[in-house]
């Protein structure tokens, strides 16, 4: 079969974290082709030069969020992360994400991330069913435009892994569950609101964030975390105010 | 065989406008001792108050009164931003008023400093 890659063009000096919690850069070199991701840099080496590798990945196109890595220090997706765009001249170092258990080379366990998602309430949980029968939720309300502009979140840990409050803090919620709790308070038919206010107004909950933006500056989705953290200190100041917190 | 080390520092201006609310902060936290020690002085004796007052004309202690309020002008600009953040959520624009906090707090300092020397 006729290979659809492109020809190399030199060579590209490749270090990955190898080990759990303790360990060792190993250094490789992989071919540089044109339009290279980096997770086709770590696929290539687990491909050719060492199976042993361990890394997660499922859907290449950035939709599924298990690809996250540290590229050069700063996590990215690595899937839609061109190598042109992070090493143009120089090597690339790719580590696992901070702030987890580190399991084996490039694999976190993700379980403590998604705890959290557990502790802010990060389900739906239904409310009363309107008169009607369905609720009417009009798109150009505010609450709606809300939702919208977190929804959106593929839970990669990407904004979990560059937040220096959780590097603070460990026990803090972080941004992505944060993110998803902000979406069900504005969801008019959830039945769980002020449980869930109280679940993410803790120490370790929203006020918790220190307002470095990292989440809003990494997040490959572009959403804005911090906009829905600061959304549930204002709710969660108000509720206060009002006696309903 | 090693430990990974954590992290790099993030370099994007929401990290800087949070570094420089801090450092600016605990500058004027370390000030506030010595201007209340001055104070202090006043209560004591009138000489003591002349003395302390004769020490705040020296040049270097001038120039850091300039470096002061650039630092008061830095945090309160920087907090008016965090506010508009928090309260208001001006996300999109949060470089930009960096950008404004950092230009104001200079612009204080300089007119201060031009003032007084």
């Not at chain 1, 339009?35 to 950035?62: E, K, N």
């Not at chain 1, 901070?98 to 739906?124: I, N, S, T, Y």
């Not at chain 1, 904004?159 to 308070?185: F, H, I, K, M």
Request: hydrophobic share 45%; charged share 20%; glycine share 10%.
């Amino acid at each position: 079969m006729k290979s659809r890659e492109s020809k190399p063009n030199g060579f590209l000096e490749v270090s990955i974290w190898r080990g759990a919690e303790e360990g060792a850069f190993q250094h490789f070199q992989v071919p540089r082709r044109e339009s290279q991701t980096v997770l086709d840099v770590v696929t290539y080496i687990q491909r050719h030069l060492d199976p042993t590798l361990a890394y997660r990945f499922a859907c290449r196109v950035g939709v599924c969020g298990s690809c996250a890595m540290k590229v050069n220090g700063i996590a990215r997706w690595t899937c839609r992360t061109h190598v042109s765009a992070v090493a143009t001249t120089g090597p690339l170092e790719i580590a696992p994400l901070d702030h987890l258990p580190r399991l084996r080379d490039l694999v976190c366990d993700m379980g403590p991330f998604f705890e959290k998602w557990k502790q802010a309430r990060g389900a739906f949980v239904p409310g009363a069913v309107p008169e009607t029968g369905f609720a009417a939720i009009d798109p150009d309300s505010p609450a709606r435009r809300q939702v919208e502009a977190g929804i959106e979140c593929i839970g990669c840990g990407i904004c979990y892994s560059e937040c220096d409050t959780v590097a603070w803090r460990p026990e803090y919620l972080g941004p992505a569950a944060l993110n998803r709790a902000w979406t069900l308070q504005n969801d008019e038919r959830d039945g769980a609101h002020r449980k869930r206010l109280q679940a993410v107004a803790g120490d370790a909950g929203c006020h918790a964030c220190h307002n470095q933006l990292s989440c809003n500056e990494r997040c490959p989705k572009k959403l804005s975390p911090a906009a829905a953290i600061a959304g549930l200190k204002r709710a969660s100041a108000v509720a206060a105010l009002k006696g309903r917190l | 065989m090693g430990a990974l080390s954590r992290r790099v520092k993030p370099g994007h201006p929401g990290y800087w406008a949070a570094v420089l609310q801090r450092l600016s902060g605990l500058l004027l936290a370390l000030f506030l001792p010595a201007h209340f020690a001055l104070l202090g002085a006043g209560l004591h004796s009138t000489e003591g108050l002349d003395e302390a007052l004769a020490w705040t004309r020296s040049p270097l202690v001038r120039v850091a009164e300039a470096g002061l309020v650039t630092a008061l002008a830095l945090h309160v600009a920087g907090g008016v931003r965090l506010l508009l953040l928090e309260f208001l959520g001006w996300h999109a624009i949060q470089k930009s008023l960096f950008s404004l906090a950092c230009g104001l707090a200079t612009a204080t300092g300089l007119l201060f400093a031009l003032n007084n020397f």
